[in-house]
């Protein structure tokens, strides 16, 4: 879903941007619907006995994932913005997880008191 | 002196300048909440069993909370759709419910959500003594059905004066219905609606209790993890609702007359960063509340 573009001064393609604006509304209220839909979805799913905790986890995980996915995708306008904001993004994703890996790191390779 | 590029786009980065500002500042938020989410991972993964609590917040109003959250998501991006068609009316109360949707949710947390967890208190058995409140544990029934053990006998504290007078041996507590009941099969699993404290009072001695607390930030590594996350992401709920009382209010009826696109686009920066609020409780909610 692109950004809608400027707005014309003109009254008939002003006319015509207003209804394009319209279309994208109609998105955006499609998708706050399945958002809510993904809610009561998480909810129950974390119900249902999956086999093992870490399983529920995943399942709950990617689900949050897939909103949030959405809400960028569509709410923020990421599905079509300009490459300056996408490489501001992909930054802070690599040093998020850099910073996670640090995380791993330090429970995966434990300081321990001395004997 | 006009401020630059307000509305007209930048040659070299192709964007107005508050877009770049609002997503380099959202870059930054993302540092702060990943920071906080690493932490309660950590956390998480190096509990011992039966020191991560489950099931102890309450689900309905959890959910309600996250929809009101979407809800408003949607109307703030509906209220930069309607200046964008330039349709101020529909844009004033698009804004107002995403203000009210934003005070529901911090009156929620503020008044009903927190104030709850400080009414309740949880005591920690030492490990030598849990066989003798075996009756309110339930520790061999969680064994058979390979359940983490129960260390923790939790309700509403009815003396409170035993946490400060030392002449009081005992504390007694009106029962959650896990310790009132703990090998019933349907206490085995968290409870999708929220089950009060039962009439049953259990009595524990005090040279029997590790430690005993309210559900505060010093109860656990959990409730710790649980009130900074969501304190610093209520203080951007609050941010965020201020913001938008700003842009309701005529102050930027007037700023419309003389330049709708600039509202507009002032709109869409704030509306940025109440999806990233949005985004970061998609992840709160399951975390805390679920898992």
């Known amino acids: 879903m692109n950004n809608p573009p400027d707005i014309s001064q003109d009254p008939a393609e002003h006319e015509e941007y207003a209804h394009g604006i319209q279309k994208h509304v109609k998105g955006y209220l499609m998708v706050g619907a399945a958002l809510i839909v993904c809610t009561a979805l998480t909810v129950g799913l974390s119900y249902v006995n999956f086999g093992s905790q870490k399983a529920n986890i995943i399942v709950a995980l990617l689900l949050a994932a897939f909103k949030v996915s959405l809400v960028g995708a569509v709410f923020m306008h990421l599905a079509a913005e300009k490459k300056l904001i996408y490489r501001v993004l992909i930054f802070t994703g690599f040093f998020v997880f850099a910073l996670f890996w640090l995380t791993y790191l330090a429970w995966y390779n434990p300081i321990v008191a001395p004997h | 002196m ?98 009210l949707c934003g005070a529901i949710f911090l009156f929620v947390k503020l008044y009903y959500e927190w104030p709850q967890k400080f009414e309740h208190f949880g005591a920690f058995i030492k490990r030598d003594k849990l066989e003798k409140y075996e009756q309110y544990l339930g520790n061999k029934h969680a064994e058979e059905k390979g359940l983490q053990p129960r260390l923790e006998i939790s309700g509403h504290l009815h003396n409170r004066e035993a946490l400060a007078d030392p002449n009081i041996k005992e504390y007694e507590i009106a029962l959650d219905p896990v310790n009132a009941d703990p090998t019933n099969p349907a206490m085995d699993r968290p409870h999708f609606l929220y089950m009060p404290p039962t009439e049953k009072i259990g009595t524990i001695e005090k040279e029997d209790v590790e430690r005993i607390s309210s559900f505060g930030p010093w109860h656990s590594a959990y409730f710790a993890s649980y009130f900074t996350i969501t304190g610093l992401h209520g203080a951007h709920v609050l941010g965020g609702v201020l913001v938008f009382i700003y842009m309701w209010l005529p102050v930027s009826k007037r700023l419309y007359q003389h330049n709708p696109e600039h509202l507009a686009n002032r709109v869409e920066v704030c509306g940025l960063f109440w999806h990233f609020v949005d985004l970061v409780w998609i992840f709160v909610f399951p975390l805390f509340y679920l898992l």
């Open chain 2, 2 to 99: 006009e401020i630059p590029y307000t509305i007209s786009t930048r040659p070299d980065t192709g964007l107005w300048n508050a877009k770049v500002g609002i997503w380099l500042f959202l870059a930054s938020e993302v540092m702060l909440f990943g920071g906080l989410f690493s932490a309660y991972i950590f956390l998480r993964l190096d509990a011992q069993p039966g020191e991560w609590p489950h099931g102890l917040l309450n689900v309905p109003v959890g959910t309600m909370n996250t929809a009101i959250l979407i809800i408003s998501s949607v109307t703030v991006v509906l209220a930069w759709a309607a200046l964008k068609m330039r349709r101020y009316r529909t844009y004033w109360w698009y804004m107002l419910a995403t203000i």
